[in-house]
């Protein structure tokens, strides 16, 4: 079993910059892919990014892409979205998910990722 706790949300301007951080606990996190993703009121949840475990293969959906980077540091259970250029359409609850995936079109994939993390509340103002 793998705890995952996310912190670093809260109230951002346009054109801001926020970095979210996921903790892990319990389990062999350095043994799944990470990913962030994202809820907003009256939406289904949206894959945000994925890092495979190897820390190198990375994966966006295209609103981020370039904005936003996703990375990981395994020796301290740790993963990070390091958002740039934020947006208002960017506000959302962010979460982070770990799940054995190692190729393929899994890494957006909600179902994929076994564990979740109760979400941080990221807001970006206009």
């Known amino acids: 079993q793998v705890q995952l706790t996310e912190s670093g949300g809260g109230l951002a301007q346009a054109g801001g910059s926020l970095r979210l951080s996921c903790a892990a606990s319990g389990g062999a996190f350095s043994d799944y892919a990470v990913a962030w993703f994202r809820r907003t009121p009256g939406k289904a949840r949206e894959f945000v990014a994925a890092?495979?475990?190897?820390?190198?293969?990375?994966y966006y959906t295209h609103p981020v892409r370039g904005r936003f980077s996703i990375s990981r540091d395994n020796a301290k259970n740790m993963a990070y979205l390091h958002m740039n250029s934020l947006q208002p359409d960017d506000t959302a609850v962010y979460y982070c998910?770990?799940?054995?995936?190692?190729?393929?079109?899994?890494?957006?994939?909600?179902?994929?990722?076994?564990?979740w993390g109760p979400g941080t509340q990221v807001t970006v103002s206009s």
């Open positions: 998910a770990a799940g054995p995936i190692e190729s393929g079109v899994g890494f957006g994939l909600e179902s994929d990722y076994d564990y």
């Open positions: 890092v495979h475990k190897n820390g190198q293969n990375k």
